[in-house]
């Protein structure tokens, strides 16, 4: 058992501002639970001029405090991983992301792409599927899923509220499935 969080998002914005908004996001006074980010790889594809990036955020551990006293919870931050294939030719980004913490309990990974709109190449769509998948923690699996099913419905959420300087277009769609 697993959960799937889907967004789909448009922005009124051209494609170069969300990218550089996105990218500069954290960490900000908005969300405290992103400590840091760190730029651990960089470079540019001579052939391609893609700019591939990896980076690594540091985030407090935002499991509840009555759930961390099960020692494999008990840690102070969790780390992330996130990589990015940045195309300015084609204007696209495609973002990879996982859980470095607890690998050997659960699974966490968002696939994202930031694309020049169809409808209108001054703005930009945002496509995300975010998933969690608990399976070493035995009988709290069920309750560690619940947690992580708000956890990712919230974060869906803060996408149409992106800390962007930025206003989000009147429709977007956000779809929670179960697999």
């Excluded at 470079?43 to 690594?56: H, L, N």
């Excluded at 030719?89 to 050997?104: A, D, F, G, K, V």
């Excluded at 699996?141 to 974060?155: M, S, V």
Aim: net charge positive; hydrophobic share 40%.
């Amino acid at each position: 058992m697993g959960v799937t969080v889907d967004v789909h998002q448009v922005y009124r914005y051209p494609f170069e501002q969300v990218v550089s908004s996105f990218l500069r996001k954290y960490p900000n006074s908005m969300d405290k639970n992103v400590i840091a980010v760190r730029i651990v790889e960089e470079r540019t594809d001579a052939s391609t001029g893609i700019i591939y990036r990896k980076r690594i955020a540091i985030c407090q551990n935002v499991i509840p405090e009555i759930l961390r006293k099960v020692s494999i919870l008990k840690v102070p931050n969790i780390l992330l991983e996130e990589e990015s294939w940045l195309n300015l030719q084609e204007r696209n980004m495609t973002i990879r992301s996982h859980c470095l913490t607890w690998t050997q309990y659960a699974s966490m990974n968002e696939d994202s792409v930031f694309r020049e709109s169809l409808e209108n190449p001054n703005w930009t769509e945002f496509i995300q599927r975010g998933r969690i998948s608990i399976t070493g923690a035995g009988f709290l699996n069920y309750i560690l899923e619940t947690f992580a099913r708000t956890f990712l419905k919230q974060g869906a959420q803060k996408v149409s509220s992106f800390p962007f300087p930025l206003t989000n277009r009147e429709h977007s769609h956000f779809a929670e499935t179960l697999f």
